[in-house]
């Protein structure tokens, strides 16, 4: 379904009447859904990656690389290891994060250009609603620091959709290149090969931005924002631009990993996050403040060992394999959420559900919202409410998982000149004995493809899709 009124006309609504709008009869109540007491709002910080593998972590099983906060950030909290992002590429992905919205539904994706770039003439519908805009109709102050990659246009940018603040770059960090040789600019990178602008609000503060500097930056920009909105409700979106090639890292963590570069990157991005947990520690804030870090999707691998690694998990970046949109999720909320490793689905989309009911506002009721509520997986309660998980490519459903049972109607290598393949019967993994995908059993269990097939059906049968935002190109004059 279309929605029928702009997110304007939804936070007004939300700000006149809140509190006949909140969700499940919280209004009044002094509790969170973990039925701890508290008078206060919780505050919320996701914590997002560019191009970061299911096996890039220490926790999550990489034998060089070091993450000691990340590690210690788990054992507190919950490790998930069955979590989705809505797409396998960067703008898509980002879409459905903030929006709670397969990316499908709001245009955010395309068979003609897979993510936004620089001569793009669009970015995020207007009528899209942010977490970031639901969470200031209940009084938040709000900051995105990092990477966007939803419309580099002022009437795109974060400040024009729900953030009080902005700084960060607008788009991948290998775009807007002005030098270097070939590939060889990728394997041996310089700042000044990429004319990438750092942007503070809606003024450019920096061009080329200095990439070498730009974890610590992003990450004393995260601390300096917790210390000064401590006496109010807050949420920090701090999207890492790394480690996306070209990599770039300061000199604190220069030829330090024994993964080299890459390892290096991934070990200041560490760094960053033992920040941020530092500070919600000293400023007395951790115990009122829901941490979620994650990734936007697997690695890209067609950098070799300038890429990351999946882990175990079949291919990377671009495709619809597990590799391409399963990542790395931890969730820390010390003395609230129920510790341990979580092997129920969840999705980053969910985020946006769990975090608008935990903050007592409303999510929208006038469109679909693929979001669903993590409450009874993060308090014990029960388990994850998310049970099915659709695979798109582009504009092109590929896949799409209903508990254990994966099955692909099509594939398609993740960059190259590859064709699809369309697959009937589908191909299909059961993921608990195979998470690598690479028994096809689709032979041996053709009531299970029914079952997965009415799923699609279902979704299918209530999809809108929005117009493409994607494909839309500044026109050059002249």
Not at 98 to 125: H, Q
Request: charged fraction near 25%.
């Amino acid at each position: 379904m279309r929605a029928n009124i702009n997110r304007r006309q939804f936070i007004k609504a939300l700000g006149l009447g809140a509190g006949a709008l909140m969700l499940g009869g919280c209004a009044g109540r002094g509790k969170l859904n973990s039925g701890k007491s508290s008078s206060k709002k919780p505050n919320f910080v996701i914590i997002f990656c560019d191009d970061m593998g299911y096996g890039d972590l220490g926790c999550y099983g990489h034998p060089t690389i070091r993450t000691p906060n990340l590690d210690q950030m788990a054992a507190e909290g919950q490790k998930w290891t069955n979590f989705y992002v809505g797409a396998s590429v960067c703008t898509p992905s980002r879409a459905a994060l903030l929006t709670g919205r397969l990316p499908i539904r709001s245009g955010m994706c395309s068979d003609k250009r897979r993510v936004l770039f620089p001569d793009s003439a669009s970015g995020l519908p207007q009528g899209e609603v942010t977490i970031a805009e639901g969470l200031k109709a209940k009084g938040y102050v709000t900051a995105c620091v990092g990477k966007w990659h939803l419309g580099h246009l002022p009437q795109y940018l974060p400040t024009n959709n729900g953030f009080d603040s902005y700084f960060g770059i607008p788009y991948s960090n290998d775009m807007d290149r002005v030098g270097g040789d070939g590939r060889q600019a990728f394997l041996e990178p310089k700042t000044e090969y990429w004319n990438v602008p750092l942007m503070r609000d809606e003024e450019i503060v920096e061009r080329p931005a200095d990439q070498n500097t730009i974890t610590k930056r992003y990450a004393e920009e995260g601390v300096k924002f917790i210390k000064k909105s401590k006496n109010k409700p807050f949420f920090l979106y701090l999207a890492n631009s790394l480690p996306h090639v070209p990599l770039f890292v300061s000199e604190n963590f220069r030829n330090k990993s024994l993964r080299g570069l890459y390892g290096d990157v991934i070990e200041e991005i560490d760094w960053g996050v033992g920040q941020i947990l530092q500070t919600l520690r000293r400023e007395g804030l951790a115990e009122n403040t829901f941490v979620v870090f994650t990734s936007d999707n697997g690695p890209w691998l067609i950098f070799n060992e300038h890429g990351g690694s999946a882990g175990l998990l079949r291919e990377g970046k671009g495709c619809t394999f597990e590799g391409g949109m399963r990542e790395p999720c931890i969730m820390w909320w010390p003395g609230t959420i129920k510790p341990g490793v979580m092997n129920d689905m969840g999705a980053t989309m969910d985020l946006y559900t769990t975090i608008l009911t935990l903050a007592g506002t409303k999510v929208p009721d006038d469109r679909i919202v693929d979001g669903l509520d993590l409450s009874p997986a993060l308090f014990g309660t029960g388990p994850s409410p998310r049970k099915v998980m659709f695979y798109y490519r582009g504009a092109k459903l590929y896949a799409a998982r209903k508990g254990l049972y994966k099955a692909h109607f099509i594939t398609k290598p993740a960059y190259g000149k590859g064709k699809e393949v369309r697959h009937n019967p589908p191909l299909l993994y059961h993921l608990g004995h195979d998470p690598s995908e690479k028994y096809n059993i689709s032979k041996d269990h053709p009531e299970v493809i029914k079952d997965i097939q009415k799923e699609v059906a279902l979704h299918l049968a209530n999809l809108t899709p929005g117009e493409d935002q994607l494909a839309r190109r500044i026109e050059k004059k002249g």
